[in-house]
């Protein structure tokens, strides 16, 4: 039991790496992996001793439920991996089914072994070679594809797709228009709503210059963020006079 508790990292995890880019694009700063565990299988004596066993059928209900909820992500998967351990390729199979015409590479490295670790009920009788054989593998696997994200995270992602500052400010104040009429029907606007108000588009700004966008941080930070001000660049910081008696 101690064993398999070590083991838990890689008792091959299926794993699938994703961006928001296509493949001939450099590949941006942003990456996501999505790490999913086999599903459920018994202990088979007449199975490969190396492989292990396949997936029981609740471990198929669970791959298909996995899979399909992988396919209504709001993304797309670049490349899609998995251990050669038996469960851990028939979860891949199966999940492979939400995704018609991808494929699932099997990594060797991510074969079931024990690391070395600070526990020594886990590792007891385990030879050396063999943890330092496994921690080898597992350290190819990090170097592979868990690489740091260069450079700031979302300047990158979106430089790397061809934005420059002015069509940032451009998009972002064509996408803040309302109608008047719904302004003015939640008190953001006074007056009685008419019915060209319906139809007339009101925006946050003036003109996109009046948009300041700043690109700063460092690589360790992945936000971004707005920060509002008291109105456009003509009129921020500038409070009304209101006459108290």
């Not at 991808?102 to 385990?126: G, H, M, Q, W, Y």
């Not at 064509?174 to 006074?190: I, M």
Request: proline share 7%; aromatic share 6%; hydrophobic share 45%.
């Amino acid at each position: 039991m101690h064993k398999l508790l070590a083991k838990l990292l890689i008792v091959v995890l299926t794993f699938l790496v994703a961006s928001a880019h296509a493949a001939d694009v450099s590949p941006p700063a942003a990456r996501t992996i999505v790490l999913v565990r086999h599903g459920n299988y018994v202990d088979d004596p007449s199975a490969d001793a190396r492989l292990g066993p396949g997936l029981s059928p609740i471990g198929v209900a669970q791959a298909h439920l996995a899979g399909a909820r992988l396919a209504a992500m709001p993304i797309r998967f670049d490349a899609m991996y998995a251990s050669p351990m038996q469960r851990a390729r028939d979860t891949a199979a199966v999940i492979g089914v939400a995704f018609p015409g991808r494929r699932f590479s099997v990594v060797d490295d991510l074969a079931e072994c024990t690391p070395p670790t600070r526990r020594n009920e886990i590792t007891k009788e385990e030879k050396p070679a063999d943890l330092a054989a496994c921690k080898a593998r597992l350290d190819r696997v990090f170097e592979t594809y868990f690489k740091p994200a260069p450079g700031g995270e979302h300047a990158e992602l979106l430089r790397a797709s061809g934005w420059s500052k002015k069509q940032i400010r451009d998009f972002v104040v064509a996408h803040t228009g309302r109608s008047v009429a719904s302004l003015k029907r939640t008190g953001r606007l006074d007056g009685e709503v008419t019915a060209a108000d319906e139809t007339t588009q009101h925006f946050a700004m003036d003109t996109p210059d009046d948009l300041m966008l700043i690109c700063a941080g460092s690589p360790i930070g992945a936000l971004s963020m707005v920060m509002p001000g008291f109105g456009s660049s003509r009129t921020a910081g500038r409070s009304p006079a209101i006459l108290i008696e």
